[in-house]
């Protein structure tokens, strides 16, 4: 079917990129979010987050009419949810978001729409947001119900982009298509065709959740691998960066790199949701978890032991007068996103446990997050070098890189990155 206008509901770091695709494609694209803020800013042709290029693709989308946001949904051929689905209490899969997404949608939807959760979802999501759209409009038929016949198409179409490189990845990477029934597959497909490139490779909807879930929990467990090497490497006094570098020179051998920990809306989260359905048997998944949640508190450990070290060789000043640098928040290199951030985590943590200056060096960010910015203060690069007396690496931006070793040579340095110690 053509669709001659798409609703993309969230307009985050993955709903307004896919909003702003669309766009490109003189589609007529309805941006919703509960927002007002973000919604002014887009209507202005401006963006509200940090994504390489999306503020030139938003701007043309806007002026030429093909995009504009909205708090309420409105009428439309095929409806993009991509709400943020965080956990809760012992990491149990929240689905709030998508359930006050299904039912904002459902008093608009008309036979013969499309509805595609894109949110990363615990196996059997998709069903649950049927569920609830049925359960809102007894007037129209479901796949759950009616199957190839039903009024409404329902699929799950997982993201599986890159942060800094979304707007490229929309287009060239592959797409899993989990229809809910063929028909479902079919129409997600015509309409993710609009501009996708990459191949569309059709299964069902369980079996598309479980593959994104299945994506990071691999990325974890090998991350997990990496970070317990690095804490073993530690107490026998080796060099991690070095024998990782030795130890993929083997053809079958390719371990990450280690760092303060694992962050971000994906890798941090995503793996809970497997154990959640299925405790008894995602043991190794668990225990990733598990290695690399505990990994912000051995940075912390060895923050405090350089701190007492600092004291040792400085018997004239108090830990008051220690002022410690925290070089990078981000969750990864070279972007502002700092979800789940275990470099953030760990500088509250810091500026929490230390009664001297703590600084933030942040290259992508011009404001503290309200939890720190009673605590600490946000620092250019030159002047926290020069005030610091321990220096944390906690995220491998470009910029850091770029430091002269002379420069950190006289410091108490914790290289969580081993951008300084490789």
């Avoid at 307004?16 to 007529?28: D, E, G």
């Avoid at 439309?76 to 949810?81: G, K, N, P, S």
């Avoid at 997050?369 to 250019?380: C, N, Q, R, T, V």
Wanted: net charge negative; with cysteine; charged share 25%.
């Amino acid at each position: 079917m053509p669709f001659k206008t798409i609703s993309v509901v969230g307009l985050g770091y993955i709903g307004l990129p896919t909003a702003a695709v669309f766009a490109s494609r003189k589609k007529q694209v309805i941006g919703v979010d509960v927002n007002q803020n973000a919604v002014d800013i887009i209507n202005r042709g401006e963006i509200h987050i940090v994504e390489p290029d999306l503020d030139m693709v938003v701007h043309a989308a806007v002026t030429e009419g093909y995009l504009r946001a909205t708090t309420r949904p409105e009428p439309a051929d095929a409806f993009l949810i991509a709400v943020p689905t965080p956990f809760k209490g012992d990491h149990e899969p929240d689905l709030t978001y998508i359930e006050s997404a299904s039912k904002s949608i459902a008093p608009v939807l008309k036979k013969g729409d499309l509805v595609i959760l894109e949110s990363t979802s615990p196996v059997g999501a998709t069903e649950q947001m049927a569920a609830w759209l049925a359960e809102a409009r007894p007037d129209l038929s479901f796949p759950q119900t009616h199957g190839e016949n039903s009024d409404i198409r329902i699929a799950h179409c997982p993201e599986r982009v890159l942060p800094g490189h979304v707007l490229r990845e929309l287009v060239q990477n592959d797409r899993v298509i989990g229809g809910m029934t063929p028909k479902c597959s079919e129409l997600a497909i015509s309409l993710y065709k609009i501009f996708v490139q990459g191949e569309c490779i059709v299964t069902n909807a369980r079996t598309a959740e479980m593959c994104k879930l299945t994506e990071n929990s691999f990325r974890d467990v090998n991350i997990a691998f990496a970070n317990e090497l690095s804490m073993i490497c530690d107490k026998l006094d080796i060099n991690v960066w070095e024998l990782i570098r030795l130890a993929n020179r083997h053809p079958r051998v390719n371990i990450l790199q280690p760092g303060p920990g694992v962050g971000g809306h994906c890798i941090a989260v995503d793996p809970w949701f497997i154990v959640s359905k299925t405790p008894e048997h995602a043991k190794l998944i668990r225990t990733a978890r598990e290695v690399n949640d505990g990994k912000p508190k051995w940075v912390l450990e060895k923050v405090q032991l350089a701190v007492a070290d600092f004291l040792q060789t400085h018997p004239d000043k108090s830990a008051r007068e220690v002022t410690i640098a925290c070089f990078g928040l981000a969750f990864k290199p070279d972007i502002d996103d700092l979800r789940e951030s275990p470099a953030t985590a760990i500088c509250e943590q810091i500026s929490k446990m230390h009664p001297g200056i703590v600084l933030a060096v942040e290259p992508n960010i011009d404001l503290l997050p309200a939890k720190l910015e009673k605590s600490m203060s946000l620092s250019m690069i030159e002047p926290a070098l020069a005030e610091a007396d321990v220096i944390v690496l906690l995220v491998d931006h470009k910029e850091f890189k770029e430091i002269e070793s002379s420069k950190i040579r006289t410091r108490h340095t914790i290289d969580t990155r081993g951008i300084w110690k490789a």
